[in-house]
């Protein structure tokens, strides 16, 4: 990893900063103290580890004084081939991480975090104040992020994360048999567990013992009220058994009473439901016999034509009747002339003038003789008997005429109805006034069958609808389904006879009777037991409760005694894990502090599980201190330290080296081997140096001047 790009706003002594990189070894540098070295360097490790949404005191010294406005950093670096831009804005509280090779975007601080540990191997400004970058001055402070620089080690070494260490793990530990020891070699105004229940027994053991000695005082009482609850236990669970048995009797009884009325109703609706089709089917049945009448298809239309063929069937009776009667007249009238000849004879022109020509010679004779008077009045007589039969015969041949003439009209009329009887007959494509009165009796008595059929239909329905009715007949089978669900085998056997049932309810009374005595009786003893203060069972409890303490307190001690044993058995592990770490480092830095010190030095050791150094020196004759050797010594050991630290810790990501000019003790030959390592180390890990002078220009593959 190389940062390519630093911006700055509102930074310090910085209004606007921003500069550009390159991989190499880079110079920043400017002609005074106080330019601006130290503000930039603050400003990268700020741009790379500072939470702008952090509420932690101390952020805004790195805004500009009097700008009103917090500061904003702006850092470009590259990592793993592709490129990175982390902006941080102090005022708004915002910050981003973005790879444009990626197209992605990070913006929590937990995400960034995270990818900034993939990026550069770590997250923690602490752990990278005290590896990669030295400061002028501080070059042996590393002891300020001993925790992290072990840490580190520790997951290198182990391939497991920083949040996972063994050191970690201790800690904890040490942490929870503090709080479960706390308060056990001195007060304390929170004890912990182990003195709290210790605390707890102890008391519980006085409370018992006070418990003990009236317990015995009311112990006649509590052997009685047990014998008696005992007793009354039994006689309750008989009771509950006697009075559950008849229960489910009665139970089973109405479920089957329900049962059977259900069974009723549905053999009852279902009946319904049967003679409903059966009618349904026998008025299709009859509605298609009445289709099958040729010419009676239309009930109203064929009953109107029977209507008029019975008026014309009764006025042709009427009229034939007539016309019998009134030839029975005629031939009587007939019989009567052909009978009555004297009538004929008398009714004739002779008789006529044999009358007028006798009264005339009688009365004209009169004149002569008396005697013709008697003739005349015979001729008269004649005469008006000729006249009499005249007429009578005149009116009989008139009546006989108009019979005749009768007939003839009423036969004409009889004519006329059978034509339009006949008409009639073929509307209804029938052949004979028979044959319609047998389809008129067909189609009468089917339709007789279908009014039937219907008026039983709305009788069984009862102003319901077929649809309603086997609604019922399906909630009646659901019910009745339900029901027979409910009347499990349990109920089935439960069933009693009269007999038992009447035994077993004269039980239940006898039960009840005896439970009644039995709570008496316990009542007594309660309120013999209610004076004292205490029973067996209170010292049952606090034995059970000390029992329960006790055994408390040996698992909180047996915890502790745990923790204690993987505590120092964690201690013990990672201190042999970091052994092989502590080799890699001590080898890493006696290589490194040879070529600084030009071979004078060769031997280092490190005390394990500590950043606790020692330089075998040949002119003492034994190992020292670091610190006891001069200042330029020193600082060259705790440079070859901390890139030791950097090559163990960041093998894969290589952040860049920040160097605030830690080579002011460096004699010239030995600044001048380190120089050339550095420009050997530079092929691989960019290298920032801050400085007030030009003696690294040579080395330098990039110049950054501060104004």
Known sequence: MFLKRVGLEN???????????SPGINVVKGPLNEIGKSTLLDGMVAALFENPKSTRKGLERYSTWGSGHGCKTVIEFEAEGKRYVL?????????????????????????????????????????????CCVRQGEVSDISSGEKEIGESLEGKVTGGPEEA????????????????????????????????????AQKLQQE???????????????????????????????????????????????????????????????????????????????????????????????????NQLREFEAKRENISGDITERKQELESALEYLKRNKLLKGLAS?????????????????????????????????????????????????????????????????????????????????????????QK?????????????????????????????????????????????????????????????????????????????????????????IQKARFDAEDQAQREEMLDASMRALDREQWR????QLARDFISRARAETLL???????AEIQRNFEVFTNGKYRKVRIIEGALDFSIYSEEKGGWTKPEELSGGVVDEFYLACRLALVRLIYSKTQPPLVLDDPFVNFDEPRLARTLEYLGQLSQEQQIIIFTLREVYDNIADKVIDLP
Request: charged share 35%; with cysteine; proline share 1%.
């Open 11 to 21: 930074f310090k002594r910085f209004k606007k900063l921003d500069r550009e990189l």
């Open 165 to 200: 260490v063994a050191s970690q793990v201790i800690e904890k530990l040490d942490r929870q048999i503090g709080v479960l020891v706390k308060g056990l070699e001195r007060l304390a105004k929170s004890p912990g567990r182990i003195a709290y229940l210790t605390q707890e």
């Open 580 to 586: 092989s770490a502590t080799d890699v480092l001590q």
């Open 440 to 528: 008129e009796g067909k189609q009468g008595e089917l339709v007789k069958q279908k009014e039937a059929s219907q008026n039983q239909l709305l009788g069984r329905l009862g102003g319901q609808t077929l649809n309603q009715v086997e609604q019922q007949r399906r909630k009646t089978a659901r019910m009745l389904a339900e029901e027979r669900e409910r009347f499990t085998d349990d109920l089935r056997n439960t069933k009693l006879s009269p007999e038992e049932y009447v035994r077993r309810e004269k039980e239940v009374e006898n039960l009840r009777t005896k439970k009644d005595d039995l709570r008496n009786r316990k009542l007594e003893c309660e309120v013999g």
């Open 349 to 437: 022109s002779t008789s006529l003038v044999i009358g007028v020509a006798v009264s005339i010679a009688g009365f004209l004779g009169m004149f002569v003789n008396m005697a013709s008077l008697a003739a005349g009045v015979i001729g008269l007589l004649f005469l008006l008997g000729a006249m009499w039969a005249r007429s009578s015969l005149i009116r009989q041949k008139t009546r006989i005429s108009e019979l005749q003439e009768r007939i003839k009209q009423m036969e004409e009329a009889v004519g006329e109805v059978v034509e339009q009887e006949r008409t009639i007959l073929s509307q209804v494509r029938c052949a004979s006034l028979e044959e319609f009165r």
């Open 560 to 563: 502790v005694q745990v923790y």
């Open 208 to 306: 018992l013992a006070e418990v003990a000695r009236e317990v015995t005082e009311v112990e006649g009482h509590k052997l009685e009220l047990i014998e008696v609850s005992n007793e009354l236990s039994q006689a309750e669970v008989k009771l509950g058994d006697a009075e559950a048995l008849l229960e489910k009797n009665r139970r089973r009884q109405e479920i089957e009473e329900r049962i059977n009325k259900l069974e009723k109703e549905y053999e009852k609706i279902d009946t319904l439901i049967r003679d409903i089709e059966s009618l349904q089917k026998q008025i299709q049945e009859t509605e298609s016999a009445l289709q099958t009448i040729e010419g009676f298809d239309d009930f109203q239309r064929a009953l109107e034509f029977g």
């Open 87 to 131: 902006e941080k804005d102090f005022d708004m509280k915002t910050m981003q991480l973005a790879s444009p090779d990626e197209g992605m975007e990070w913006n929590t601080p937990k995400e960034i975090a995270k990818r900034l540990r993939e990026l550069l191997g770590t997250d923690s400004a602490t752990l990278f104040l005290a590896t």
